[in-house]
DNA sequence: CGCAGGTTTGAGCACCCTCAACGAATGTGG
DNA sequence: CCACATTCGTTGAGGGTGCTCAAACCTGCG
């Protein structure tokens, strides 16, 4: 199976590339371009020369495996900037996970000054695939779900009620589990009384505490 | 268990910072320092105002989790540049895997031009530590160590045999797999004729094509 | 109302971990 | 130089966590 043929059978995949880059004024513009969800932002073998800042909505990075096995690296919400892929070109996928903003950076090459605001945002990329990194090696599968939701709730302002932009399937696939068991967790967290699931996608954190221990 | 108590479980650390420090000609200096094997060059909680690079022998990063559960995130190998970690303060435990020479760089905070010379770099630990992710996220025990192998091999020339600074257990938290797993992974390599074994930390390629075929 | 996609739940199994014993290599002291 | 201790590595048996396969259940939407 090629590539290709394995980028179909991701459900959700609508395009490879969004259509919508075509109508966007021109490269280098700070104006926000509309990605529908499901919609590609960059992909695996294009050419890297730009960042790109998440205006609203949220967008997935990730690897597809000739086998159709799928790492989610990073989720990106908004205000967060991404893009960073070392060389030239693309080693991941980023695709719009629901209706999302994008604003596009340019990075000339040689910018004065752009280095220093870049590093700083490299830098937090890079702390972020290291706290991933110990999760994926070492961590069970409770804890990697309730790592996820205390990380979620962070990045949402700490607050308790947490909505999820993204499907189980991508959730697992970002933990390095399966949808089924993502689903078991969540419920096992539910019967606790640890969370509750006011919706699919709404996860209301009852015991922070308890979901801290766990994560740990 | 203690952070501090948890790490004194762990068999070869020495010396939670290396003593060599202390005859260390001033901070800032470019003199190699050499650090004796197990000893530590930074620990988790130290500030972190400098970067290091490796002049000769090889470096373990590792987090260790408060019920002794380890998970080394990057080894450094000869020439390596190592040390970021955001914040001012490290998140992580850095020590030599055997007799090392570490080169220290100062890394005043505006220093001009500094940002355009450390991009690149945690460019390239960003890339690193994305390509771990996907490993520990999505393969397993028998393509996780054949990268590895292919890894080390590249990283030392592509020559087709390998040395191997660190020990099965080093590997093991590298890959986020067990000691036992590792050896009878590379016991199986070694009945299929696909590695050999002169030593104990050396390891002979001898069908490259087959191990990069599980590595994918 | 019916369909489709996403989610939940269950049963069985595979891979890897745990526990344990053995073997090999290295260093130390007699 | 050898006996011994210690650490590291290998190999085996058994068990547990999470995956696979499968079916039922929502929920949004035409």
């Known amino acids: 199976m090629t590539l290709h043929e394995a980028f179909r059978t991701i459900p959700d995949h609508r395009q490879p590339t969004c259509a919508a880059w075509a109508s966007a004024p021109s490269p280098g513009s700070l104006q926000p371009v509309f990605i529908p969800a499901g919609a590609g932002i ?58 999302t903003g994008i604003r596009m950076l340019r990075t000339s090459p040689h910018r004065n000054g752009l280095a220093d605001e870049l590093l700083p945002v490299a830098l937090q990329g890079l702390a972020r695939a290291q706290e991933h990194l110990l999760l994926l090696g070492r961590q069970n599968a409770a804890e990697r779900v309730a790592a996820f939701l205390i990380e ?27 949808i089924e068991t993502v689903s078991r967790v969540l419920s096992r967290l539910r019967q606790k009384g640890i969370i509750s699931l006011p919706a699919l996608r709404s996860i209301e954190i009852v015991k922070r505490s308890a979901l801290r221990d766990m994560a740990a």
């Open 152 to 178: 979620m709730s962070e990045r949402q302002g700490g607050l308790d009620t947490v909505e999820l932009p993204m499907s189980r399937t991508d959730i697992a696939d970002y933990l390095g589990l399966t």
């Open 42 to 99: 960059y992909a695996q073998g294009e050419k890297s020369d730009r960042l790109y800042q998440v205006e609203f909505g949220a967008v997935r990075v990730y690897r597809l495996f000739a086998d159709g096995r799928r790492q989610i690296s990073a989720f990106h919400l908004c205000g967060e900037v991404f893009g960073f892929e070392a060389h030239s070109t693309h080693h991941f996928f980023a695709e719009a996970i629901c209706a």
